[in-house]
């Protein structure tokens, strides 16, 4: 069956600029993910949602960053007034139902903020 | 300091060596443990997942956990050189349903 995918795999944007970033996760995980990987490190934790909620939100750097998930199925990730500092591969996640459950990956969406 | 410290390598083997790569980490609340692969420019890939302390098998894979010491491993027998990838190491908390990643070590399995 079909992966969690991401659109677009690659985006380029000014700083300054307001950028959106889509996950498509796997059909019927009710669990979404979103995780901030920097070059050479490891994903860092954004957000997370049960259904059309955020159940966490503690990653999230700072309130120029917002998710939405309103039908409990693709979310997007909203970063207003970017920053140099975004810059990062920002990949998200699904799971069947959270906790202890294995989180598949999409393949992330490269973010350049020039 | 990093709640998961996992050396970034690189690592360069030969093609057929058993490979060792490892983590460590400071808070006791993390109770469930996983190592992903990650190849350039895709997303990490679920490897093995283990909660209790020991050994798992999986083919040329074996992910070992030990709590008192907070240190995991995960050994690849036979390396390949479609082994060649960055091995993330994952942990998570009882009660909490984000992921804390190593860096990762970059592996280079040479033919």
């Known amino acids: 069956g079909a992966g969690v995918s991401q659109t677009p795999s690659n985006k380029v944007t000014e700083k300054g600029k307001y950028v959106e970033l889509r996950c498509d996760p796997i059909?019927?995980?009710?669990?979404l993910y979103w995780y901030r990987q920097s070059l050479g490190q490891g994903p860092e934790f954004l957000i997370y949602f049960q259904g059309t909620g955020a159940a966490d939100d503690s990653g999230l750097p700072n309130d120029r960053f917002f998710a939405v998930r309103p039908e409990g199925s693709v979310s997007t990730l909203k970063i207003q007034r970017t920053e140099r500092g975004d810059s990062a591969v920002y990949l998200c996640?699904?799971?069947?139902?959270?906790?202890?459950?294995?989180?598949?990956f999409g393949p992330g969406t490269r973010l350049l903020v020039l | 300091q990093k709640e998961v410290e996992q050396d970034p390598g690189p690592l360069s083997v030969p093609e057929g060596a058993i490979v060792s790569l490892n983590c460590t980490y400071s808070?006791?609340?993390?109770?469930?443990f996983m190592w992903y692969r990650q190849y350039s420019r895709k997303g990490p890939e679920l490897l093995m997942y283990?909660?209790?302390?020991g050994n798992k098998e999986d083919g040329r894979f074996t992910a070992q956990v030990d709590k008192s010491s907070k240190y995991i491993s995960l050994f690849i027998r036979d390396s390949q050189p479609s082994d060649s990838a960055t091995y993330l190491c994952a942990m998570r908390k009882t009660g909490a349903n984000n992921l804390f990643f190593g860096t990762g070590t970059r592996l280079t399995v040479i033919p």
């Open positions: 996640a699904s799971s069947l139902s959270g906790g202890p459950e294995t989180q598949y």
């Open positions: 059909s019927g995980h009710t669990a």
């Open positions: 808070n006791s609340a993390f109770q469930y």
């Open positions: 283990t909660y209790s302390s």
